[in-house]
């Protein structure tokens, strides 16, 4: 799809537009992790991107306290764009979305969760303006009873 024949608005997330978030992402997220990306903040960091009268990109976003001592960042957990409408910039506006919500908020870092065997999207993260954190990550399974085991 050629960029000059598409225009994209980039806006807050609303409840009415769950269906089509959770269709986009191909029904490997819920309707509660949706809601829950922003539970108790009063500003929203997560945001669609619609064109043609439909949302074609999301991200998911939240505010959380880190480090000693604490101070606020935004994480964003995840940025999806439908294919058809890919190499558009959609991503890039998604993310300076998020990026201007958080100057005004006075948060001064946004962090990006990226799978390290995911180069494509290290790529595209890096051309969006971030680079790699000081911070590892460490992740510890926990094998719930709920979940069967």
């Known amino acids: 799809m050629d960029s000059g024949e598409v225009i994209v608005t ?27 990306s922003n539970s108790g903040e009063p500003v929203s960091f997560c945001f669609v991107a619609e064109a043609e009268s439909k949302v074609v990109g999301f991200n998911l976003a939240h505010c959380l306290y880190v480090g000693i001592p604490l101070y ?3 994480v964003i957990q995840g940025i999806v764009v439908d294919d058809k409408y890919r190499r558009l910039g959609i991503g890039e ?4 979305a998020v ?4 100057a005004d908020c006075g948060i001064n870092t946004v962090r990006a969760l990226v799978e ?3 180069v494509r999207l290290q790529q595209f993260i890096e051309y969006v303006g971030f680079q790699r ?11 719930c009873k709920t979940a069967g085991f």
Request: charged share 30%.
């Open 10 to 36: 980039i806006r807050l997330i609303e409840s009415t537009d769950f269906e089509a978030v959770l269709s986009l992402s191909g029904n490997v997220i819920s309707r509660d992790e949706i809601t829950s």
């Open 72 to 74: 606020k960042i935004c």
């Open 93 to 96: 506006k998604l993310v300076e």
């Open 99 to 102: 990026y201007k919500q958080c």
């Open 116 to 118: 390290e065997s995911d």
């Open 133 to 143: 954190s000081s911070v590892s990550n460490y992740d510890r399974p926990v094998f």
